[in-house]
């Protein structure tokens, strides 16, 4: 037999078996009679590292065949080991082992053959199983019979128990709230079993090492323990623990309202049922509750009883008990408590009373609690200061005291005796506070902060109050608090001021009622040591009165009036039209239009007349030139208080740079689109100054443009287009003020000034030579009807033939316009063509040459060598030239040039 080491395990017996039986293995071996060894180790109870339950094992062969074997072991410890037998079925399946120790129960096999087990008694105890025969009892061992159908190896492994089991942690006891959970729970120094206990009785399922419960009333005063035990049946109780419950409170007797009399003794009591409870009671104080202590006459501020005494005038309030455990705090309803004890007090209706005003005094009863007895009656008996004071009346006060019973006055001696009650058959209806008699007084003399101007008198009987119980109240028993009427002033002289001055204007309302009231100095009265000064009339917008007011303590007042001026607006100043207003410079580079007059007109001085300053240095009606553009024109206005306003007038003085021009062609040329140069020529007489071409694009024989020129003046503008029309002069050319742009406008709604097409050779008529150019090219097709600036003479397309063909309708505006002639040319300047004696109807070959137009020579269809109306009358009937007459003569001259714009 072999002996195995000792393993500790401190997570548990049942861990430890179960890995022991996981590696227990079975080995089939040929050997002899089974041997045993004991093997005992040491115990040191006071190791604290020492386990409480270690394993031990050891391999048992057995012979072959059928037969029981008995193996002793050894007891080691104070618990002595417990047996448990594993093995493993050889291949055969014949053998199965049981599994278990003294915990585990029954095994039976599930294969063919078995393997079983006894104990042996030990220790004179008997243990479950069969006993063989043959075997002593032997206190040191025990004894294990197993039987082997064939040759094997057992392993057999036990537990050692040793050590002493204690209880580290007790379970502590527990105090809580009915419904609240209250656990106890203990640890102990070994593997343990545990079953707790209420009140010394077994808690069904209760086994783990806590216990919980949801404590309820009965629980209250429950004693808990637990039982804890090891495997190897040791067993520990542990140290009790007891459960408090408490229960919720609940205020069951509620502290009562109550009425009472200075001295008087008064509690108050609050019945709680639940856990015992702590008290605090509270005073409701200005809305706050507030804690009460034990001092004065206050006792038992925290018990359940709450007492007074003696009663005094400033315990009139609402009282509240606070009361708490340790499940929660609840508040007792509020009781009232009502010191009956009355007073009567003099106040003045206005302790400051002017020349205007009387003195009226109330006899006011106060301090006497809502809840207390009403008072019904009352007698009076007044001393008052005759020297500054004149008796007027004496009434009844407010309700319920509302009938007069006795009133006595002298006048010389200052006395009043007055009784006053309730109305005639209503004896319960009394009152608690308010006035009872309201007297009234002139003030005869001046007097300041004066006490004691009226005052109760000693008297016998006494000045006496009478409840609803016909209970009464006396001074002399004093159960009456009287006083005398406070300090009065019986002022009739106002204060007196030192009235500064003011500026003449101020910016604001603000700022001058300010100044009136800083103006306003040195404040005395007679009686107010410190009048006060306001505003009693404030300014207002532009000239304005100010009323300061100085006022004393009683109402008398004095007026000091201020005049002055709040304006803080500036003049609105309003510049001529048009702003900005543009100028187009003359010959000399300057314009002398007049550039109006500004506007200013104020809130409060009205109209206003502006002057003006120009940025040049010049005076308004001095001309405006470029040099000096833009020029600036600022107008000024100054209303009374110096508000200035401006507007600043912009005068912009310049050549123009651009021509807006509208051309329309005389005639009918709807539906036609072309594109023609016209030469615009712009004159600053006495010479021409500009003259340039623009190609527009004619629809419907009108087109439009906006041409860029050189700045300068100009004073005249024509146009022609030099290849179709001849010259206008557009009456009407001006500057348009907006855009600051030369306008031209060639149209006949403008003038008359539509250019007259017929014009070939751009002379300034439309005669034979323009008709002699149509027929000479007649029949030509240009293939266009568009010309430019650089399109060559002669182009006689007149009407705009979409294909620039050359017909009988180009003829037609020879014939309609046959010797028209240009107008006038800007300044009285020659146009540009030579001649200027008309229209030609009749001229020789020879001067056609002279002049260029040789090849017009074959137009001479008479043959007289002139070439007039005649050849044209022919023309029209049909005639044409058969051969090019006078060849030799015309083309030794010049062609004809192309002319310019």
């Known amino acids: 037999m072999t002996t195995g080491k000792w393993n500790q395990n401190r997570t548990g017996a049942s861990r430890a078996l179960v890995g022991l039986l996981a590696a227990a293995s079975l080995l089939l071996l040929a050997g002899g009679l089974p041997s045993l060894a004991a093997d005992c180790p040491s115990f040191d109870n006071t190791d604290s590292n020492w386990a409480f339950y270690s394993w031990r094992n050891m391999q048992v062969s057995l012979p072959g065949g059928n037969a029981h074997y008995t193996v002793r072991l050894n007891k080691c410890g104070t618990c002595g080991p417990v047996p448990v037998i594993t093995t493993v079925c050889p291949p055969d399946g014949s053998v199965q082992s049981p599994l278990g120790g003294m915990w585990a129960g029954d095994f039976n096999c599930s294969v063919l053959g078995s393997f079983g087990y006894e104990w042996c008694p030990s220790g004179g105890q008997t243990w ?57 729970s203990v640890s102990v120094n070994d593997l343990q079993y545990f079953q707790w206990r209420r009140n010394g009785v077994n808690i069904p399922g209760a086994t783990s090492s806590s216990y919980t419960l949801t404590a309820t009333a009965p629980d209250n005063g429950a004693v808990f323990d637990v039982v804890c035990s090891n495997m190897c049946r040791t067993e520990i109780t542990s140290a009790p623990a007891t459960l408090t419950v408490h229960t919720a409170l609940s205020i069951t007797g509620q502290p009562v309202s109550q009425l009472a009399n200075p001295g008087d003794s008064v509690s108050f009591s609050v019945v709680v049922s639940g ?47 606070v009361v708490t455990n340790e499940c929660g705090t609840v508040n007792s309803d509020a009781a009232t408590l009502a010191v009956c004890s009355p007073a009567l007090t003099l106040n003045a209706a206005d302790t400051c009373v002017n020349g205007s005003e009387q003195l009226v005094v109330n006899i006011d009863l106060t301090g006497y609690g809502a809840a207390c007895p009403g008072i019904v009656a009352g007698q009076f008996f007044l001393q008052y200061d005759q020297s500054k004071l004149g008796f007027v009346s004496a009434v009844p006060g407010s309700t319920p005291w509302t009938r007069e019973i006795a009133e006595i006055v002298n006048a010389g001696a200052g006395t009043i005796d007055y009784a006053v009650g309730t109305p005639v058959g209503d004896p319960n209806q009394g009152g608690t506070s308010g006035a009872m008699v309201t007297i009234t007084f002139n003030a005869i003399a001046q007097t300041c902060a004066t006490a004691n101007l009226v005052t109760f008198r000693t008297h016998a009987p006494p000045t006496r109050l009478t409840d609803v119980n016909n209970a009464d109240y006396d001074v002399p028993a004093g159960n009456l608090t009287l006083n005398a009427l406070g300090a009065v002033t019986l002022d009739t002289t106002p204060p007196t001021a030192t009235q500064g001055t003011i500026s003449a204007c101020y910016s604001t309302t603000a700022l001058a009622n300010a100044a009136a009231l800083a103006a306003t100095t040195a404040l005395t009265d007679n009686c107010d040591p410190s009048p006060d000064k306001a505003i009693q009339t404030g300014a207002t917008s532009c000239a304005t009165s100010i009323v300061v007011r100085v006022t004393d303590d009683c109402g008398n007042y004095t007026d000091y009036t201020y005049t002055t001026r709040v304006d803080g607006t500036p003049p609105v100043v309003t510049c001529p039209t048009p702003n900005p207003l543009n100028l187009v410079a003359g010959p000399d580079g300057c314009n002398d239009t007049d550039p109006g007059s500004a506007t200013a007109l104020d809130n409060c001085d009205g109209a206003l007349t502006p002057s003006y300053v120009r940025n040049d240095g010049k005076t308004l009606n001095e001309p405006f030139c470029v040099a000096d553009s833009p020029i600036l024109i600022t107008w000024t206005a100054t209303d009374t208080c110096g508000n200035v306003g401006q507007c600043v007038q912009t005068v912009t003085v310049l050549y123009a740079g651009q021509v807006e021009v509208e051309v329309q062609l005389a005639g009918d040329f709807t539906g036609k689109t072309f594109d023609r140069c016209v030469t615009f020529d712009l004159w600053a007489c006495p010479s021409t100054q500009l003259t340039i071409g623009e190609v527009l694009h004619f629809v419907d024989g009108f087109a439009s443009a906006t041409i860029t020129i050189t700045p300068a003046y100009y004073e005249c503008i024509t146009a022609r287009d030099r290849l179709h029309t001849l010259r206008k002069n557009d009456a009407q050319f001006h500057i348009d003020p907006v855009t600051f742009h030369y306008v031209a406008k060639f149209t006949t709604a403008d003038g008359g000034d539509a250019l007259v097409s017929g014009n070939a050779n751009d002379d300034d008529y439309i005669d034979i030579i323009d008709f002699g150019r149509w027929a000479t090219r007649y029949g030509t097709s240009y293939g266009h009807p568009n010309t430019t600036c650089s399109t060559p003479a002669y182009h006689v397309d007149f009407s705009g033939d979409a294909v620039g063909n050359v017909d009988e309708l180009d003829y037609s505006f020879v014939q309609i316009n046959f010797w028209a002639v240009s107008e006038a040319a800007c300044c009285a300047v020659p146009g540009p063509a030579a001649g200027g004696d008309g229209p030609i109807t009749r001229i020789s070959v020879r001067d056609l040459i002279r002049m260029g137009q040789g090849d017009l020579a074959i137009l001479d269809l008479n043959g007289d060598r002139w070439y007039d109306t005649t050849d044209v009358q022919l023309w029209l009937e049909g005639v044409r030239p058969l051969q090019k007459a006078h060849e030799n003569l015309w083309d030794s001259e010049e062609s004809p040039a192309v002319a310019d714009f």
């Open 128 to 184: 479950w199983g069969m006993v063989s025969s043959g075997i002593t009892n032997d206190p040191d061992f025990w004894y294990v019979t197993l039987w082997s159908p064939n040759a094997q190896t057992v392993t057999l492994a036990w537990l050692v128990c040793g050590g002493n089991m204690a209880i580290n942690t007790q379970p502590a006891s527990q105090t809580v709230c009915a419904g609240a959970s209250a656990t106890f």
């Open 275 to 321: 856990s015992p409870a702590g008290y605090q009671w509270q005073k409701n104080i200005s809305s706050v509750w507030t804690n009460l202590a034990n001092s004065g006459n206050i006792s038992g501020a925290t018990t359940a009883t709450l007492t007074l005494n003696p009663v005094v005038m400033g315990d009139t309030g609402s009282y509240r008990c």
